[in-house]
């Protein structure tokens, strides 16, 4: 397995291309396959964005030969009337391209509360399908139509030893804590998978990698990951698995890295679990401390705040096992050692501090399981971003 | 029952002083009793800090006869030398004052992860005491002594129309989101009540007032709230319930005003729940989001963001069942009125904004139940604060 060039776009019988203008952004992806098979998950928030009960609506009827994603309005909280908007996004993009509503994915991010501004997009719609290919520049503006305070875009691909391909692109950057779903990823294959194993494959990955990462705690509404094969190259399923959770996990520190106003991606390993559970609570407990989050963005070297956050996470722990080590590439401290302090790492643990990339592990003692999670620290420019969103 | 001076020494039978130098401070209260009944509350943190361990032993033993606190340190995650600190700490109070050391209760407060400068309280143990006495003065040096980041000394009492009194002091600024205990609370009465009956109060206080306060989300492992009952008046039950309840909910109040960084009050009711729990849980999401936060301290009328949070608060909820209104003590914009947007509310809504104290009531339309909970925003301030705590 290795990383390619390309995004979604490496995959075959994918095309794309976006635009964004301003706040507004309009994306779209159509797949040409060879036998076509599609998977989503959504967000777990109980209020519901639009476009994500049409395009649950249509998996559940049909697969998903296109997905159209704006960008600027999250189209969220818009009762009857935003459900029609989602429906009229995606008839608009079915009767160009000859295919019936079911068959379109449609997603949107941005501010809720808001109608959507439907003349944009009829006034912008063949701009796109226009310049629809399959090169690298294409998926590269279709990853950037979606973006919105995202600093960065995010796209990945891999291609497996036998020769399948996997690519994706997403965006997030506020309003990040996936809950089952994630901000939103679109997933591509040229393998050729059944609806079922895609969508078992697409939720293990998902555990792994976008349900791991917090960048501040808030559960959007519209969080969606879509995953379509274009069906062009025989794979086993364990091998697809593989590919996607290295995607998948790409995508997500991307997104913790760019989380809003961060100057920092931290890694939390948390293993000797007694659960898995246990060794997730824990994990994302730290990432989501905001004390922990100002600690690091400060270069303080406040440990005790690790702590403290392993202990209300929920997850079992007892105090004289914990063990806890910071690290960057180069340096380790370790700060605790089963429950009792390790004196004069402060200096260690202070030029560590000074990296753009932190590891935190914390060992529990009590069993044998493992997480990982990804977050980004807490800093002025995140105060700044939200306190300015909507004006 | 109404509002009067002097705090915790307007209690009779408290008297109370402390000393606060740097980052450190003691702080000492002595009951002089008719007779003398204690109850406590404690964090629901697995990592409990020494002081904790220690008060919590003593209060299952004997009635507390005084509290010493030191600010500055927490004494937590200091593993068993932590708890012989602690000991010693009740230890050196109870020689000075002729008891035992069960009849003291120890509180600490500040950086976990670092041993107790023992020193340091031994060196001004006799500067506090020999200043003790039942003054309002004393009283606030008392209150002072236990701050860390607060900004403001938290102290309120209040007398009872059958002549009880009941006072308060309190701590608190970040790292609050208690669970079951609290920052920092000591609070006293002259009534005469019952240990188990103290208990049950307090207990059913801070569910009203300390527990729905979040200023970032993070559950301290010292949180620790003491009653101590002086007994020199009968006094029923549902009157002293009554005066403890609004002595507690003023202490909360100023702890989520006083919040890190903080520049405005929120104030967060849900109505209409199908049960308890959801009520606390939705107005607990709402005033722990840090988008609703951010949006606050920068007047952006992004209403959406607390609908977002109400949706994945956990509540049972029907979008189109909610309403939500925001107001200020002079002006309220109602957004939402069952599911449905209220346009043209936004240049009302940016008004309320400007203010000082902002509430926002959310109507679930589900049920009989309500809670109201308390934060404040998120500012550059409590980056700043916390990006440099221990250095």
Redesign the interface.
């Known amino acids: 397995m290795k990383l390619i060039e390309g995004g979604i776009c490496a995959v075959r019988g994918v095309k794309a291309n976006g635009i964004k203008q301003g706040k507004n952004g309009l994306a779209i992806i159509v797949a040409d396959a060879h036998r076509l098979a599609s998977a989503g998950v959504f967000t ?5 964005a639009a476009p994500l009960v049409v395009t649950k609506e249509a998996l559940m009827n049909r697969e998903l030969k296109a997905v159209i994603a704006n960008s600027g309005c ?1 189209n ?4 009857e009337k935003g459900i029609l908007d989602a429906r009229w996004m995606a008839a608009l993009l079915a009767k160009k391209l000859n295919c019936v509503e079911n068959e379109i994915g449609v997603a949107s991010t941005g ?4 109608y959507l501004d439907k003349d944009w997009i009829e006034e912008h719609i063949d701009e796109v399908l226009n310049r629809i290919s399959d090169s690298k520049q294409a998926g590269k503006a279709c990853a950037r139509a979606i973006m919105t305070t995202d600093t960065m875009m995010k796209e990945v691909a891999v291609e497996l030893g036998n020769g399948v391909h996997i690519g994706g692109i997403a965006k997030g950057s ?2 990040i804590e996936p ?1 089952m779903g994630t901000m939103l990823a679109f997933l591509y294959t040229d393998a050729a998978l059944s609806k079922e194993t895609l969508s078992s494959c697409l939720k293990k990955a998902i555990d792994k990698s976008f349900n791991m990462v917090v960048v ?6 519209n969080d969606m990951a879509l995953l379509t094969a274009t069906g062009y190259q025989e794979c086993e399923e364990e091998v697809f698995q593989e590919g996607l959770d290295l995607v998948c996990i790409s995508l997500a520190k991307m997104i913790a890295k760019d989380g809003e106003g961060a100057t920092r991606l931290i890694e939390v390993g948390v293993k000797g679990a007694r659960t898995e559970d246990d060794a997730r609570a824990a994990a994302k407990a730290i990432v ?4 922990v989050k ?2 690091i ?9 690790v ?6 996470s929920g ?3 007892e ?2 096992k ?1 063990s806890l080590k910071f690290s960057d590439n180069k340096n380790e401290a370790k ?2 050692d089963s ?3 390790v004196e004069g790492k402060l200096g260690a643990l202070k030029s560590i501090m000074e990296s753009r990339e932190i590891v935190i592990e914390v060992a529990l003692g009590l069993g044998e399981h493992e997480a990982t999670a990804w977050g980004c620290d ?3 420019d ?10």
């Open positions: 777990r928030n109980k209020v519901i999250a969220a909280f818009t009762g501010v809720i509360g808001r506020g309003m809950n501040d705690g808030d559960t959007s509404t989501r401390s905001p004390l100002t600690a963005f400060g270069k303080d070297p406040n440990w005790g705040r702590v403290a956050a392993v202990g209300y997850a079992e722990v105090q004289d914990i700060l605790v429950g009792r302090i807490l800093t002025y995140y105060v700044k971003i939200n306190a300015m969103y909507t004006t």
